[in-house]
């Protein structure tokens, strides 16, 4: 027998399980997550031969994750005292108790018909009357928690408003125009500070599949754990009506959801406006207040999806983590869109508030003033440099899966088996090689003492200038395309680690002054890798003795091993941040050392910091 129904069998008479039909033999049915790092698994506890569930069992998937079941425990327990007893349209809470090595909580189950996006498309207002008139139900001036002890008007403004835009603008790189919008937002959010809005029990994700329409034509609300009881009004409602106008669209790509978002709230029908006026008046909330509550409502949205990404998360579904990133991508476009531009002032959804009211800009309050004035942090780039042998690959693949760093990995040299990212053309380059039989370089460039001194006749120079030109031309050209990469990984955020970097490599080869011993496309090549091609911000100089170089790597000689890191050292002048890291000592600790020197650095890097080119 499983365990859960012996658990229900023995505690049936405790329970007063029989007030749920479930007198006698009982089954269930498991509903295991869509990916692994899903929180809890689901069991929907049925009567022998019925087909409709009568209780719901969750439980964490890992002993030490009961907190997010807590919470709906505890916030289901609060609605029904809110209520005054157990409310068909909200699952009741029938135990919350230990189960073995975790705890499980059995709640009732709500059957009906959910509002997929299939049955929002075809019975729009139908769903959205029925979430209004639930959402003023259940936000009703009766209904209302009253304010935790030590929790008044402003504490309760510090942790559901001051805190996301914190969050924001201290982890979140942004541009100057996204700065100049955080700061319209911050002039949007202050004017709650000062409205005595009723305090309201959000739910915090009213979308499906946690909405059903019930036999009785009631809401039905499923999932609580992420629930503000003492929270902001309006906010649940923008998040639906923007379900529903993602759903009407069958929106999947960005721009159409943006189309969508954009023709509910502002466009000539906007039908989504009705709705949030009726739903302002059956809560008395003022006209004013309604545009900073919808800015609230997607700036902590977009900082709840930055939070905890299933893109993040070890063995998330591809297809979820797509989901999660046109999702986190509408989302900041949104924001984006309802803040400000520099140019034409703060956006504001039509009538909210009236155009004779305009919004006013209060000052910052005292905790946040002057802060809206601080640049943003943004992205900078690490280079991992070193001798054949002293680590550099195994470091940076440690350092890419650091959990307390955003990296991005890119390997900038030659090696076609250690390239993450190459132009299609070196890979057809290097795919002939193989089918002839060629060796394939391996390294970086040749020993500058062994370079060959180019033929002094006219035809052979010119096919040697020719032959090297081509191979120039591919080589800028990959080394540009890896660089382009690197200019999107950090738009996108992401601090990029580079594995090698063609300016140390080439240097001594391509940059510094040696006319006798190259061609004209070297010398083109070294002078675009020093005068155009960007250096790294933070330079990592992996040192260790030739000796050891040579037992690890087995390749060259012990004076070719010693040549190339005096090489490196004498390069520290090329960056104006060059650390040097003892290659020497167990891989933890130099793994350790070089993720402590990017955390400091991190810390300590600024836009207004200078790069040079």
Not at 137 to 142: D, K
Not at 220 to 244: H, I, K, N, S
Not at 361 to 376: A, E, T, V
């Amino acid at each position: 027998m499983n365990a859960l129904l012996a658990f229900l069998y023995d505690n049936r008479e405790r329970l007063q399980l029989g007030r749920y039909g479930l007198d006698g033999e009982m089954a269930y049915t498991l509903l295991t997550p869509r990916f692994r790092a899903s929180s809890h698994v689901i069991f929907l506890i049925f009567a022998q031969g019925q087909s409709t569930p009568a209780l719901v069992a969750k439980a964490p998937r890992l002993t030490d994750r009961p907190t997010r079941l807590e919470q709906e425990a505890a916030h289901l327990r609060l609605l029904q005292t809110l209520r005054g007893g157990e409310w068909a349209s909200v699952p009741a809470l029938v135990a919350f108790e230990p189960f073995h090595d975790r705890a499980i909580l059995i709640e009732t189950a709500l059957a009906g018909q959910p509002l997929d996006p299939a049955f929002v498309r075809r019975a729009r207002s139908r769903s959205c009357t029925a979430v209004v008139d639930w959402l003023a139900q259940v936000q009703w001036p009766a209904a209302r928690p009253s304010a935790p002890a030590g929790q008044p008007q402003l504490d309760r403004f510090a942790r559901l408003v001051e805190a996301p835009y914190r969050y924001l603008a201290e982890r979140f790189p942004l541009t100057g125009e996204e700065e100049t919008l955080l700061q319209a937002t911050w002039s949007w959010l202050a004017q709650l500070a000062e409205m005595a809005l009723p305090p309201v029990f959000e739910h915090g994700d009213l979308s499906h599949p946690n909405l059903f329409l019930l036999q009785s034509g009631e809401l039905g609300v499923v999932d609580w754990e992420t629930a503000q009881p003492y929270g902001m009004p309006a906010c649940d409602l923008f998040f639906f009506l923007t379900y529903v106008a993602l759903a009407q669209a069958k929106a999947r790509r960005t721009d159409q959801m943006l189309a969508s978002f954009r023709a509910a709230f502002w466009g000539d029908q906007a039908w989504a406006r009705p709705y949030v006026a009726r739903y302002a008046q059956r809560l008395h909330l003022p006209d004013r207040a309604l545009t900073p509550l919808f800015v609230l409502c997607w700036l902590r949205t977009l900082v709840s999806l930055l939070t905890c990404p299933p893109a993040r998360r070890p063995g998330c579904a591809p297809t979820v983590s797509m989901r999660c990133g046109k999702r986190l991508s509408h989302t900041r476009r949104s924001w984006r869109g309802r803040a400000s531009s520099p140019a034409g002032g703060a956006k504001r959804l039509r009538g909210w508030p009236p155009p004779n009211d305009p919004p006013r800009k209060p000052n910052p309050i005292p905790l946040l003033s002057g802060f809206c004035n601080d640049r943003m942090r943004a992205m900078f780039t690490v280079a991992l440099v070193g001798a054949d042998g002293a680590g550099k690959t195994t470091v940076g693949r440690y350092l890419a899966q650091a959990p307390q760093l955003r990296i991005k990995y890119v390997y900038l040299g030659i090696n076609p088996e250690a390239s993450n990212v190459m132009l299609p053309t070196t890979r057809l380059w290097y795919a002939l090689k193989r089918a002839r039989g060629r060796p394939l370089s391996m390294a970086g460039p040749r020993d500058p003492s062994q370079v060959k001194a180019p033929p002094k006749g006219g035809l052979k120079r010119l096919r040697a200038e020719i032959k090297s030109g081509l191979r120039m031309l591919n080589q800028v050209g990959e080394e540009w395309y890896r660089q382009g990469i690197v200019w999107y990984y950090l738009r996108r955020g992401y601090i990029v680690l580079f594995d090698r970097h063609f300016l140390f490599d080439y240097y001594f080869y391509d940059v510094a002054d040696r006319p006798q011993n190259r061609l004209w496309s070297s010398r083109i090549h070294g002078q675009m890798l020093e005068r155009f091609y960007p250096r790294p911000d933070l330079v990592i100089f992996l040192d260790a003795p030739a000796e050891v170089l040579m037992a690890r790597k087995q390749e060259g000689t012990l004076e070719t091993m010693e040549h190339r890191r005096q090489e490196y050292l004498q390069l520290r002048e090329l960056v104006p941040n060059f650390v040097t890291v003892d290659a020497t000592q167990p891989q933890d600790r130099v793994v350790q050392e070089v993720t402590d020197l990017v955390t400091n650095f991190r810390a300590n890097f600024r836009t207004a910091a200078p790069r040079r080119v």
